[in-house]
């Protein structure tokens, strides 16, 4: 199930992180970037769940990297809020371990596609 993975776990408390951070932000920001970020944080844990859900490797792969991306936006919002100074330096690192968590789960999803096809193929002969 997609709750006990660690990298949705890791998801779930970086949109915490996201929503108590942005909570100090301008007004003139709750519909600018604090809705972004927001949208973003939201987009990783549930792309991660739902890629965990599909039932084909290669689905599950499309899922994470979709995930992957959405902390890329998240990492750009991040550094831009630290450039105008709404968070410190500190706050835009939040993404690191969820970020290593998803790469790995890629790279796993990726080596099981393949051993897969090698599979497939041995039959195949």
Same mark, same amino acid.
């Given at each position: ?25 301008p ?11 927001? +949208? ?5 844990? =549930?792309? &991660?769940?739902?890629?965990? %859900?599909?039932?084909? #490797?290669?689905?599950? *792969? ?20 630290? +450039? ?5 330096? =500190?706050? &835009?690192?939040?993404?690191? %371990?969820?970020?290593? #968590?998803?790469?790995? *789960?890629?790279?796993?999803v ?13 039959q195949?002969?």
């Open positions: 199930m997609y709750r006990d993975l660690k990298v949705y776990q890791s998801a779930m408390e970086l949109c915490v992180v996201v929503y108590r951070i942005t909570t100090g932000f007004r003139i920001e709750r519909f600018g970037l604090v809705s972004q970020m927001r +949208r973003a944080a939201v987009s990783v844990s =549930s792309n &991660v769940a739902e890629g965990a %859900e599909r039932h084909s #490797l290669k689905e599950q *792969l499309r899922f994470y990297y979709i995930a992957r991306g959405s902390i890329a936006e998240l990492e750009t919002q991040l550094d831009l809020s630290q +450039r105008l100074g709404y968070i410190c330096q =500190s706050s &835009v690192k939040i993404t690191n %371990e969820t970020y290593q #968590l998803l790469n790995g *789960l890629i790279r796993s990726k080596y099981r596609i393949k051993q897969q096809a090698a599979s497939n193929k041995q195949a002969t």
